[in-house]
């Protein structure tokens, strides 16, 4: 199918569900998958509830290894689509998919009503910022690095030597939870050596400056929210 598509001459995107149907079986060959394919599911349908979202996202940190490493352009691992705007999912939890999407360079495919959206959730589907770390041109899918104390730590490498940071926090009770980041950690040690310049992307813009090397950055999050930072060189 995939070269009978390239041989229209036209540009098709070819969607394909290898992984997610061999994988009772055998493990995919991501390599050939990769070749063939635009992007493919690995998992299951997302549903429009939180316990669906979170499946993907562990299922994904469970089997980053296999599968970040295949992705880059022309070739996408597929989450799923995204559910915001619909009803299953508070505003944090709608603010933790668009991150994490944005970190595991996913589709940006919508399931939703756009005849009943409300503008909040039509913002964040459309914030430049995040569309931009998701569609970088360096191409690199994210992974998470860190789980400690109910918090991810997720990273993405882009163009020009900056990085995207999400910060999860798996706890969905309560109130927001501190997280403090030591700086010489991110990007692999790389992100911020000898300084770097962090813009917090979501829940909301905010410029926080200019962090050196040997410093450390404490981020607030929102029970089952994510805080997503962009790190400039």
């Excluded at 899918?141 to 798996?170: D, H, M, T």
């Excluded at 010489?184 to 050596?193: D, E, F, I, K, Y």
């Excluded at 905010?206 to 029970?223: A, C, D, M, Q, S």
Aim: proline share 6%.
């Amino acid at each position: 199918m995939s070269l009978a598509l390239n041989r229209t001459g036209r540009s098709i995107v070819y969607s394909c569900e290898w992984p997610l149907y061999l994988r009772p079986f055998h493990k995919p060959n991501y390599t050939d998958i990769q070749y063939y394919c635009n992007h493919w599911r690995n998992f299951d349908d997302v549903y429009d509830s939180w316990e669906s979202i979170k499946s993907i996202l562990a299922w994904t940190v469970t089997h980053q290894k296999d599968i970040v490493e295949v992705a880059g352009p022309g070739g996408w691992n597929d989450p799923d689509m995204l559910v915001i705007g619909n009803f299953g999912l508070s505003w944090d939890q709608q603010v933790t998919q668009m991150a994490l999407w944005a970190i595991m360079a996913a589709p940006l495919l919508m399931s939703n009503d756009l005849r009943q959206i409300s503008s909040q959730a039509k913002a964040l589907l459309q914030n430049e910022d995040v569309i931009a770390i998701n569609q970088d041109p360096l191409g690199k899918q994210g992974y998470c690095f860190r789980k400690e104390n109910e918090i991810e730590v997720w990273e993405r490498p882009l163009s020009n030597l900056a990085w995207a940071v999400a910060v999860r926090n798996l706890q969905e009770i309560g109130g927001p939870r501190f997280y403090t980041i030591q700086i010489s950690s991110l990007g692999r040690g790389l992100a911020c050596n000898p300084g770097c310049i962090i813009t917090q992307i979501l829940p909301e813009k905010v410029h926080l400056g200019f962090y050196e090397w040997p410093l450390t950055l404490k981020t607030r999050i929102n029970p089952s929210g994510t805080v997503l930072l962009r790190l400039e060189r």
